[in-house]
Structures are given as structure tokens and as C-alpha cells.
T-cell receptor
Framework: DTGVSQDPRHKITKRGQNVTFRCDPISEHNRLYWYRQTLGQGPEFLTYFQNEAQLEKSRLLSDRFSAERPKGSFSTLEIQRTEQGDSAMYLC???????????FGEGSWLTVV | GEDVEQSLFLSVREGDSSVINCTYTDSSSTYLYWYKQEPGAGLQLLTYIFSNMDMKQDQRLTVLLNKKDKHLSLRIADTQTGDSAIYFCAPLPGKLIFGQGTELSVKP
């Protein structure tokens, strides 16, 4: 098992463009989490899935953000009409349903210029 | 509401013990975690403790939990320069909640 994998690792985009990040969790982990982290801050919760069901969304997840996990395996996080304030690292994590070990990926850095 | 507080900075000498403290507000946390983050990297799971335990030891790491006071600490024995990083405690009331983290600086 190679751990939680995120792609791309770095993305530079122009304001107003759409971006999509992908997360492949550890196999057989049915919980998947998305977090956002800006410089000097701790990660902020965005949303999480159990299998394909999106169980909770933060109010940080505006209508420009959408996350999916269509088959209960990988997940995508799409940001539409990006703004400079979206510049951050987007972290994905996964765990089993028991939730006692939650592993993070290396993150996807987004820079909006 | 959900809140986690940690001191922002800690500086120790190589070979000393480091103690990083954390207070949290949500008493429904089932597990409480410690993560390490190096510059530009993701979060590395160091250890965790179940909420009905008061201590867990894992090699150089000792976690103490005072559930009544909602206080968690991480002790790193024989701190090395490679331990320099930001450390986050994160309780799990359904989802991980993070504070700003503690930046540990280890001086040779």
C-alpha cells in the first residue's frame, strides 16, 4: 500500500479558472476527508465521505467548491471560478470506518494568480 | 464550539525532552491524535490515544490525556534536530479538529 495519493502536487492557475484535485485513499479505507491549509494555520475541515456518501460539509465549502466520491474509492475536489483567497494547500486523508488511524496525503498546493 | 489551542513555539536543546501541550473543548472526542508537519509536506501521523486512556507510550513519544481538564500533551524524549517541525494535536469528534500547531525548534 502506497498511502494516500494526491494529484497534482502543485497547480498554478489564473483567477477565474476551474481546478480539480484528485485523491486516492488507502485501499479499503471507506472514510475520506478534505482539508484546506493556509500558511501559518492548521488544517481546516472542508468535507468528508463515508464510502460514496458525503456526510458533512463545512460552511467553508462555498458553492464554488464541490467534492465527489462516485464509487466510494477516489475523490475529486473541484473549485470553480478560483479566487486569490483559494490559494492554499488542499489535504486529503483517509481512514477505516473505525477511524482510529487517519492518514494524510502530501497535499496539493494551489496558487491563484 | 470546537476549539483547539496550543502554544505557538517551543525551543529546546538537542537531547532534552520536549513537552507540547494542547487544550480542546469538545468532550465527545473518541480519539485524540498528534501529527507532525515538516515544511511544505503533508501531515505525518505520530501517535494517537483513545479517550478512555490516560497515557500511551510509543518509543520516544509519551502522550498524556487529562479528560477532565480536556488537556493533552506530547512528550518527546531525547529530542533530535530531525524532530524540528510543527506539531498538531487533533481531537476527533467525528472529524479531526486542528489548532494552529506548535513549532518545535531543536538547537544543537
Amino acid at each position: 500500500d502506497t498511502g494516500v495519493s494526491q494529484d497534482p502536487r502543485h497547480k498554478i492557475t489564473k483567477r477565474g479558472q476551474n481546478v480539480t484535485f484528485r485523491c486516492d485513499p488507502i485501499s479499503e479505507h471507506n472514510r475520506l476527508y478534505w482539508y484546506r491549509q493556509t500558511l501559518g494555520q492548521g488544517p481546516e475541515f472542508l468535507t468528508y465521505f463515508q464510502n460514496e456518501a458525503q456526510l458533512e460539509k463545512s460552511r467553508l465549502l462555498s458553492d464554488r467548491f464541490s467534492a465527489e466520491r462516485p464509487k466510494g474509492s477516489f475523490s475529486t475536489l473541484e473549485i470553480q471560478r478560483t479566487e486569490q483567497g483559494d490559494s492554499a494547500m488542499y489535504l486529503c486523508a483517509s481512514s477505516s470506518e473505525l477511524g482510529n488511524t487517519i492518514y494524510f496525503g502530501e497535499g496539493s498546493w494551489l496558487t491563484v494568480v | 464550539g470546537e476549539d483547539v489551542e496550543q502554544s505557538l513555539f517551543l525551543s529546546v536543546r538537542e537531547g532534552d525532552s520536549s513537552v507540547i501541550n494542547c487544550t480542546y473543548t469538545d468532550s465527545s472526542s473518541t480519539y485524540l491524535y498528534w501529527y507532525k508537519q515538516e515544511p511544505g509536506a503533508g501531515l505525518q501521523l505520530l501517535t494517537y490515544i483513545f479517550s478512555n486512556m490516560d497515557m500511551k507510550q510509543d518509543q520516544r513519544l509519551t502522550v498524556l490525556l487529562n479528560k477532565k481538564d480536556k488537556h493533552l500533551s506530547l512528550r518527546i524524549a531525547d529530542t533530535q534536530t530531525g524532530d524540528s517541525a510543527i506539531y498538531f494535536c487533533a481531537p476527533l469528534p467525528g472529524k479531526l479538529i486542528f489548532g494552529q500547531g506548535t513549532e518545535l525548534s531543536v538547537k544543537p
